[in-house]
C-alpha cells in the first residue's frame, strides 16, 4: 500500500551512506537541533516536497543496475519521524532484493521506531554524545532513545554502523571518546565505527534561513586530535571508519 511522505532531496549515486554505491533519500522533518547540523533546512517537517512511496520506489528502481552491489539509504532529517512512510519504502525495496539501511539519530521513542528498524538490513546510528547532558546541550535532546534503539539493535541482532561526530571542545575528548568506545565494547551488533571530523559547511544554510549558527568560531579537527580519537577506538579492538576531506581511509584491528 502507497504512503503519502515529505522528501526533503535524494542523492542517485551516494557513497558515504552504507556499503557499496546506493541511492540516497533525505526525509523531512527532524526533532533534534544539533548545533552542527549542515542540512537545517530538513528541520521542518512540513517542508520538503510530498511524495508517493510507490512512485518514489519505481523512480529508485531505475537506478537498479547501478546500486545492485550497493542499495538504498533511507536518510533525513530523521526518518522515524516519519515511520510510515520510511517503513513502506523499506518494505518495497525489500521486495525488489535491494539492501537497505536507515540513517537515523535514533530519537525516535522505540514504540514508534520498531517496525522500521526492524525492517532495514542495516542501522547506520548517529550517538551524539554519551553524556546525557552533553547531548541535551549539543541536540536540545538527551540521549535515551538513542541508547535504546541501539539496545533494541543488540536484543535482535541488527547489523548497526556507529556514527560520531567529532566537534573540538565538546565530544572530541580524549576521557569521553575512551568512555564511549568501552561503552560500544559490549555491542556485538556493532560491525564498526564511523567518525565523523565536525566542519562548517552547513554555516551558509543556517544564514539563509536566518538562524544563529553557535559553532561559528568552533575549529576543525586537526589531523593529530584526529589520529588520536581513531586511536582511542582502535585500543579498545574496533573497526574504524573516518571520513576526512572526501577521503576514506579504513583500518581493521585483529
Known amino acids: 500500500?502507497?504512503?503519502?511522505?515529505?522528501?526533503?532531496?535524494?542523492?542517485?549515486?551516494?557513497?558515504?551512506?552504507?556499503?557499496?554505491?546506493?541511492?540516497?533519500?533525505?526525509?523531512?522533518?527532524?526533532s533534534l537541533r544539533c548545533r552542527?547540523?549542515?542540512?537545517?533546512?530538513?528541520?521542518?517537517?512540513?517542508?520538503?516536497?510530498?511524495?508517493?512511496?510507490?512512485?518514489?520506489?519505481?523512480?529508485?528502481?531505475?537506478?537498479?543496475?547501478?546500486?545492485?552491489?550497493?542499495?538504498?539509504?533511507?536518510?533525513?532529517?530523521?526518518?522515524?519521524?516519519?515511520?510510515?512512510f520510511a517503513l513502506a519504502l523499506l518494505k518495497r525495496l525489500k521486495q525488489e532484493g535491494l539492501h537497505t539501511a536507515l540513517d537515523t539519530a535514533g530519537s525516535v521513542p522505540l514504540e514508534l521506531s520498531k517496525p522500521v528498524l526492524d525492517a532495514a538490513d542495516l542501522i547506520l546510528l548517529d550517538i551524539k554524545s554519551l553524556d546525557d547532558k552533553l547531548c541535551f546541550s549539543l541536540t536540545g535532546m538527551g540521549n535515551a532513545n538513542t541508547l535504546s534503539t541501539l539496545a533494541y539493535c543488540q536484543s535482535i541482532g541488527k547489523k548497526v554502523w556507529l556514527r560520531h561526530?567529532?566537534?573540538?571542545?565538546?565530544?572530541?575528548?580524549?576521557?569521553?571518546?575512551?568512555?564511549l568506545a568501552a561503552f560500544l565494547t559490549a555491542f556485538s551488533c556493532i560491525e564498526q565505527i564511523e567518525l565523523?571530523?565536525?566542519?562548517?559547511?552547513?554555516?551558509?544554510?543556517?544564514?539563509?534561513?536566518?538562524?544563529?549558527?553557535?559553532?561559528?568560531?568552533?575549529p576543525e579537527p586537526t589531523a593529530k586530535q584526529l589520529r588520536m580519537a581513531r586511536s582511542v577506538f582502535e585500543a579498545q579492538g574496533l573497526k574504524v571508519l573516518m571520513t576526512n576531506l572526501g577521503e576514506e581511509k579504513e583500518n581493521k584491528v585483529g
Open 196 to 218: 565523523l571530523p565536525y566542519h562548517r559547511m552547513g554555516q551558509y544554510k543556517w544564514e539563509q534561513l536566518k538562524l544563529h549558527y553557535s559553532f561559528k568560531d568552533v
Open 1 to 30: 500500500m502507497s504512503v503519502i511522505g515529505s522528501v526533503h532531496s535524494v542523492e542517485s549515486f551516494g557513497t558515504l551512506d552504507g556499503p557499496g554505491l546506493r541511492y540516497v533519500v533525505f526525509l523531512q522533518g527532524c
Open 165 to 179: 561526530v567529532l566537534v573540538p571542545g565538546w565530544t572530541l575528548d580524549e576521557q569521553r571518546l575512551e568512555e
Open 36 to 84: 552542527y547540523c549542515h542540512n537545517p533546512d530538513t528541520w521542518n517537517l512540513n517542508g520538503g516536497n510530498l511524495s508517493d512511496s510507490e512512485d518514489l520506489v519505481q523512480e529508485i528502481l531505475g537506478y537498479r543496475n547501478f546500486i545492485a552491489k550497493g542499495g538504498v539509504t533511507i536518510s533525513g532529517g530523521e526518518p522515524l519521524k516519519q515511520p510510515q
